[in-house]
């Protein structure tokens, strides 16, 4: 799986195979040096760790990789401050800063989480990095590739526990 995209700019193209689809990315365009917050896309290779999704909305999901059913008590820390569980999944209720995945705008439907900073986790290095379903609107990630719903479940059916996703300039 390939993303390129022009140097600060929002949208870009994820390829797999033969196919190409457009992507958005985070706010600050791809960049090489990520830093937690920034809202950049990291420039890099990184494995792809696992499909997560709403069982209430999605079901009979064909892909390769990993699944985990999301749940209202599943959130991911954020938190540079906290080192034990900074860019990992944790359950709520949780101390430390942290996102819900479960939400209510739909972008976490379908999410699956590229193995970005996390072997290990560097705090302030970045989290959170995650292929995600876009926006309606088209608004920039705070720093994830996202896709059209349909060209997500493509790529769902492509990809396995051995793919990558390969981030650059254009």
Excluded: Q
């Excluded at 760790?49 to 079901?59: G, H, V």
């Excluded at 290095?125 to 609107?137: K, N, Q, T, Y």
Aim: net charge negative; proline share 9%; hydrophobic share 40%.
């Amino acid at each position: 799986m390939i993303v390129r995209a022009a140097p600060h700019a929002i949208r870009g193209t994820l390829a797999v195979g033969e196919r190409v689809r457009p992507c958005v990315l985070g706010r600050g365009g791809i960049v090489a040096d990520k830093r937690e917050g920034d809202g950049g896309t990291p420039v890099g290779r990184f494995p792809l760790r696992r499909l997560l999704y709403r069982p209430d909305r999605e079901s009979a999901i064909a892909t390769g990789l990993p699944i985990l059913p999301l749940s209202e008590h599943l959130g991911w820390c954020d938190d540079p401050g906290d080192p034990v569980h900074y860019n990992r999944l944790v359950r709520l209720p949780f101390d430390s800063r942290h996102e819900r995945m479960w939400r209510d705008d739909g972008l976490y439907d379908l999410v699956i989480e590229l193995g970005y900073n996390d072997a290990p986790p560097v705090p302030g290095r970045g989290s959170a990095i995650f292929l995600h379903l876009a926006r309606p609107d088209g608004r920039p990630t705070e720093g994830c590739v996202a896709l059209a719903r349909d060209d997500m479940l493509a790529v769902l059916v492509a990809v396995g526990s051995e793919s990558m996703i390969d981030i650059s300039y254009a």
